[in-house]
């Protein structure tokens, strides 16, 4: 277990429709990480939360925005659903590792499937 | 574009065997290399990580073989067990933002 939740695990929805992705990161981890991993796209980086302010964007589709709220916790949102936004949505959270390094830890995703 | 390329796309051992996946990079301002272990249903679940002040790192079963000058970089796993099998990824990112930058990922099967 990374300490990271995510809510809901899965979610089927219709095109056209809007979401909303939960996570709460590890405690005492103040940044939030969103990856898209889909069959051919892979893995892809998102947006990058640190203590409630936006700090990086990657491949994120203007339909899509997220938020982290001043408890930490922090939701993505998808709008104007397309068949192609179906994909495993991960939320990961940066935190110290037994070692005394960084590294990031993911959650266990929420499976969106638009129909 | 993507910038870690990742191979092979899955490989089949016999256990005890030693799988090798290969990752390189191009961004040379990358300075922190994970491998992540991915089994169906859950999420990428850090295994081993290195810096390009070292050039192997151990841990257990699990080597990263790490080549600055032609930015490559590469996970053994000693002695597999079927209980290896999985979807290993290779990433890239500066140890500062940590926004990490994905191989396509390796599928891994260790046959008993």
């Known amino acids: 277990d990374s300490g990271v939740t995510q809510t809901p695990k899965h979610l089927i929805t219709a095109t056209g429709q809007r979401v909303t992705l939960r996570c709460s990161p590890r405690?005492?981890?103040?940044?939030v990480y969103w990856y898209q991993q889909s069959l051919d796209q892979g893995l892809q980086f998102l947006i990058h939360?640190?203590?409630?302010?936006?700090?990086a964007k990657g491949n994120i589709l203007e339909r899509f925005s997220a938020q982290q709220f001043p408890d930490l916790h922090s939701e993505l949102n998808l709008s104007s659903l397309e068949l192609g936004d179906s994909a495993l949505y991960f939320c990961?959270?940066?935190?110290?590792?037994?070692?005394?390094?960084?590294?990031?830890?993911f959650g266990e995703g929420s499976w969106l499937t638009v129909v | 574009q993507q910038q870690v390329k990742q191979s092979p796309q899955s490989l089949i051992v016999q256990k005890g065997g030693i799988p090798i996946i290969n990752c390189a990079y191009e961004?040379?301002?990358?300075?922190?290399f994970p491998w992540y272990q991915q089994f169906p249903g859950k999420g990428p679940a850090l295994l081993i990580a290195?810096?390009?002040?070292?050039s192997e790192k151990k841990e257990g079963r699990f080597t990263i073989s790490f080549n600055k000058s032609a930015k490559q970089f590469s996970l053994h796993i000693m002695d597999s067990q079927p209980g290896d099998s999985a979807t290993y990824f290779c990433?890239?990112?500066?140890?500062?933002?940590?926004?990490?930058?994905f191989g396509a990922g390796t599928t891994v099967t260790v046959r008993a």
């Open positions: 290195i810096r390009p002040d070292v």
């Open positions: 990961a959270s940066k935190g110290q590792t037994s070692l005394g390094g960084n590294t990031i830890y």
């Open positions: 990433a890239a990112s500066r140890a500062n933002d940590y926004k990490l930058s």
């Open positions: 961004n040379t301002a990358f300075d922190y």
């Open positions: 405690s005492g981890d103040l940044s």
């Open positions: 939360y640190y203590n409630g302010e936006e700090r």
